[in-house]
Structure formats: C-alpha cells, structure tokens
C-alpha cells in the first residue's frame, strides 16, 4: 500500500481514453453499487465472514475496530466486535489495523488473528484474541496473545495481509520495510521477515517462539535463514488471497515509479524485488538468490512505458489493490477471473489465466479517481465486495440493459 511516494501519471490524460481489451468477450463490463446504501464505516480494509455458520460478515478498519455488519442490508447501525484505537495503531498512512482472519476452526475454539502497527519502536504485531465466552459478539480484550512482531524501519510498506490456507497453516504477507529502493536489502535478504510472505502454525510452538514453523516452510531448519519465510523478494505486497477452487495464492506487489505487478505464490519463491521490478531490472542487491519469478502480469504508471511490456493493451495505473479469483455464482461471466483494482485511478480490472499465460485482460469497472480501492473481500458465497477508503462498501452488479422499443 504505497500511497504518498511521488507519481507522474496523468491520471487525467488517460481515464476515459479507449481501452481495447484482450479477449473482450471473454471479460464482462459490470457496474458497482453501494452493498449497505446506509452504513458508512471508517477506512475499510478487510471483510472477512466468521467461518462458524452464523452468516456474520466482519468489517476491519485501519482506525482499528472490527465491526459486524448487519445481516439487513438496509440497515443504519454496526455491532463494535473489537476495539484497540485506543492504542493508536494508525498513525500514518500504511499503518493501523490491516490484516483481519478467523481460525479454521473457530466456531469451537473462537481465536481470530490480527495484523497491527505499533510505535516506539516501530513495529508490526500479529496477535491471537478470542472471543468473549459471555457474548459471541465482542472479542475478550483480555486473551491477547502475541505470536510475532516484527520491528520496522519506517512507517511505509507494511503489508498486512493474513489468510488461512486449506493446510490450516497462518500466511501473513510483509513488505519490506519502506522507502524508496529498499535501502536495508531486505526483501532479498533471508535472515529478516521484511519483503516477505511467511506461513506459520498458530497451534503449535517451536523452541521459544508463539507459533510453529511448518517442517516444509522452504527455508525450515536451514542456517541463516529464517524458517517463517515462505517467498520473498517482494516490495510490499498489498492484499493476496486463495483462489478457492484451485488453492493458487494471488499477491498483488505494489510498484515504485514504474510497474505494478500481481503474481503466483509459489513455495520459496523469489519475484525479484529489488534487482527488478516487474519483468524490468532495477537495483543491485548485496544478497544473489536468482532464478527470479516471473508476474503473472505487470502494468505501467504511463502510457508511455506501456509500449514496453507484453500487456501494453492494459490501461496504466498508480498503486495496485489485490483482489479475488471470482468463484460466486450471481455474475456466472466472471467465473475464474482474477478481479483487482488500482487505488489511485480507481480502474478495476479483471484477468484470465491458464496457469501459463494471461489469456483474457480487461477492465471491469472504468476509472474514476474518487473511487479509492483500498481492498477486495469475499464472503462465504464467494462473491466479492470493493472497500472504499472514503467509508464505502460495493459490490458488483451486471449493467441493466435499456429495453428495446
């Protein structure tokens, strides 16, 4: 989530220039609407639903509340399920409450996990909390746990991402530390957690520390290395998710001045941060840990540096917001598309992939730069929902066609 570094596309050259698509049909043009027209919440950033069969969808804000949201969408009032403002988690932009996930098993043992930034020392803490034994609608402030903080050098860059994969195992995604080019070689360096995606076990210990180290993390047991790691070379990875159906791990990278990117997870793997930035060179790093990975698929911050990649047809954008494989049933033609979004021009797109190549790119929505896409959700339906920095929360719906006279 890089927000304030300096940018220099013409956001206003380009929104509404013709956008020709790859495989148009195969990529529907859809319309957003407000999902609660009569809530407004502050800074969304995650939505999770409670994995215990109740149907509640909770709402996480970077002001640092976790709020459920009612089931009657023409609702006006929240339920505060969580509530640590008090410690002053946002501060700055890339700070706050930014990372929201339930336990698999959490309807018998009610832990869910957070993902918080903290001051003197800057820090990043991902905390275990349980539920109140006497109200299934408040977290037990008391229960904390701590399982992991991870010391920062600067406020930017802090990832925040956490997801439960189907190996019940805690991924948590870091960047590496901010700044501009990665000044402390973090993200190739594999004795820190800076720049990385780390995979964890929440229910067991090893040696002194709260959590386990799964024995087939890539980097477990090995010398210099830190066995949390699951891949790195990563500048700030700004939402990632499973792909329900497949179980491929979807991580949008946040670029620097050039290219933003969206890759395949793979386990170990390296996608090259800061010796490149999307297929592109870009800095030396003291650490070599080659083969790099490549994106799935890049996009530039200009029209002009669009010439210089293979997906030149795709629309430029400033700061890219991960998103969802869609696997819900109401939009049946956006089935097994990547959705993602750019913050700052508010586009949101939506891709193909056949495991080997983009086979279909397009936009989904238009731009519009008051549409800040802070995050992408799902709820347990598979349908997908944009949170908008501004307080809003959309989902997707398919044009009404005029009737024909």
């Known amino acids: 989530m890089n927000r304030i570094l300096p940018r220099s596309l013409s956001i206003a050259a380009s929104l ?18 407000p999902a609660w027209p009569n809530l407004k919440v502050a800074r969304p950033l995650a939505l999770e639903p409670a994995p215990d069969g109740s149907g509640r969808l909770f709402l996480a804000e970077q002001v640092g509340r976790i709020l459920i949201l ?45 993902f ?15 539920v109140s034994k006497n109200d299934p609608n408040k977290a037990d402030p ?9 010391e920062r050098p600067f406020w930017n860059h802090d990832g925040g991402a956490l997801l439960f994969g189907k190996d019940g195992y ?10 501009r080019d990665d000044p402390n070689d973090n993200a190739q360096n594999l004795t820190t957690l800076l720049g990385k995606i780390l995979r964890i076990d929440v229910d067991s210990r090893t040696g002194p520390l709260a959590y386990g180290i799964p024995k087939d993390n890539p980097f477990a047991g090995r010398t210099g290395t830190r066995g949390e790691i699951w891949a790195f070379g990563l500048r ?4 990632m998710s499973f792909d329900r159906e497949t179980g491929g791990l979807w991580a949008a990278d946040v670029g620097q001045d050039k290219w933003e990117e969206i890759n395949l997870i793979a386990k170990g793997g390296n996608y090259g941060w800061k010796v490149r930035e999307g297929f592109h060179p870009w800095k030396e790093s003291a650490h070599k840990h080659s083969p790099y990975l490549d994106p799935v698929l890049e996009y530039a911050h200009t029209l002009a540096l669009m010439k210089e990649t293979s ?14 494989v869609y696997r819900g049933k109401k939009i049946p033609a956006l089935q097994g598309a990547y959705v993602y979004g750019d913050y700052k021009s508010g586009t949101i797109w939506a891709l193909r992939y056949d495991g080997k190549k983009v086979t279909a790119n397009g936009q989904i929505v238009k731009p519009n730069p008051v549409r800040t896409v802070a995050s992408f959700a799902e709820d347990a339906d598979g ?13 997707f719906a398919a044009p009404i066609k005029a009737a024909s006279n």
């Open 16 to 33: 509404f220039l013709p956008f020709v698509l790859i495989a148009a049909e195969a990529i529907p043009t859809l319309e957003l609407r």
């Open 70 to 114: 009612p089931k009657n969408r023409a609702a006006t009032n929240t339920l505060t399920f969580f509530d640590i403002t008090a410690r002053k988690t946002y501060v700055k932009d890339e700070e706050g409450l930014l990372g929201l996930a339930f336990h698999p098993k959490f309807k018998a043992n009610g832990k869910f996990y957070v």
């Open 116 to 130: 918080y930034s903290q001051q003197e020392p800057l820090r990043s803490v991902v905390s275990e909390f349980t």
């Open 142 to 150: 008391a229960s904390e746990r701590i399982l992991l903080t991870i």
């Open 170 to 179: 805690l991924y948590i995604s870091h960047g590496d530390g901010g700044q």
């Open 236 to 239: 700030n990875v700004w939402r």
């Open 311 to 324: 997906f030149s047809e795709h629309s430029p954008g400033l700061s890219i917001t991960g998103g969802y």
């Open 383 to 395: 349908e997908l929902y944009v949170l908008l920095l501004s307080g809003q929360i959309l989902e």
